[in-house]
Antibody, heavy 121, light 111 residues
Framework: QVTLKESGPALVKPTQTLTLTCTFSGFSLSFGMRVSWIRQPPGKALEWLARIDWDDDRFYTTSLKSRLTISKDASKNQVVLTMTNMEPVDTATYYC??????????????WGQGILVTVSS | QSALTQPPSASGSPGQSVTISCTGTSSDVGAYNFVSWYQQHPGKAPKLMIYEVSKRPSGVPDRFSGSKSGNTASLTVSGLQAEDEADYYCSSYAGSNNNYVFGTGTKVTVL
């Protein structure tokens, strides 16, 4: 049974750095496995943020690349996302999701429940 | 990378069909057969409904079907049921540096 769960602060102040942890079970970040972070501002659409692969390859959405870092601790079944210089517009529910892939293509087959992060002073 | 374009809303009566469009470009939807669709009920996480344009994960009813023509993908829900009322998002692999793009979302209402 595959599960993912996000954890981290519910409230951060502007200019602070956000650190979120995704703890998963039912699979390991072994050969071929990948995990992503996606966010969704209240009432708005989903936005893909970052992806990390079993071999530590990392990919980021172009618009936020300078602010994002994704990392993993495979021994703990965890993936961590940091986002620097948080602003009120970064208020969103942040999801982690497992990736399934075929060739160059990929999609998200299992999602965490999400964590709402509010940016406010 | 711009979001894929979906109609804001769609509706149908129980038992009817509803089709949602998802328009991208020749760099994403038109370039790859890696369109997927997600269903999201209020306050819940998205759920994968369709992947690789038209494939259904185990457990997804065959009332849900997907297709693609050119730069536009579509999701059809046949035999609408009350529990199908939700937001639906399309998405696509977008090539260049492993980019990924979601649609703007469509709220489906069962009348």
């Amino acid at each position: 049974q595959v599960t993912l769960k996000e954890s981290g602060p519910a409230l951060v102040k502007p200019t602070q750095t956000l650190t979120l942890t995704c703890t998963f079970s039912g699979f390991s970040l072994s050969f071929g496995m990948r995990v992503s972070w996606i966010r969704q501002p209240p009432g708005k659409a989903l936005e893909w943020l970052a992806r990390i692969d079993w071999d530590d390859d990392r990919f980021y959405t172009t618009s936020l690349k300078s602010r994002l870092t994704i990392s993993k601790d495979a021994s703990k079944n965890q993936v961590v996302l940091t986002m620097t210089n948080m602003e009120p517009v970064d208020t969103a529910t942040y999801y982690c999701a497992r990736i399934q892939s075929k060739g160059v293509g990929w999609w998200f087959d299992f999602w965490g429940q999400g964590i709402l992060v509010t940016v406010s002073s | 990378q711009s979001a894929l374009t979906q109609p804001p809303s769609a509706s149908g009566s129980p038992g009817q069909s509803v089709t949602i469009s998802c328009t991208g470009t020749s760099s994403d939807v038109g370039a790859y057969n890696f369109v997927s669709w997600y269903q999201q009920h209020p306050g819940k996480a998205p759920k994968l409904m369709i992947y690789e344009v038209s494939k259904r994960p185990s457990g997804v009813p065959d009332r849900f079907s997907g297709s693609k023509s050119g730069n536009t993908a579509s999701l059809t829900v046949s035999g609408l049921q009350a529990e199908d009322e939700a937001d639906y998002y399309c998405s696509s692999y977008a090539g260049s540096n492993n980019n990924y793009v979601f649609g703007t979302g469509t709220k489906v209402t069962v009348l």
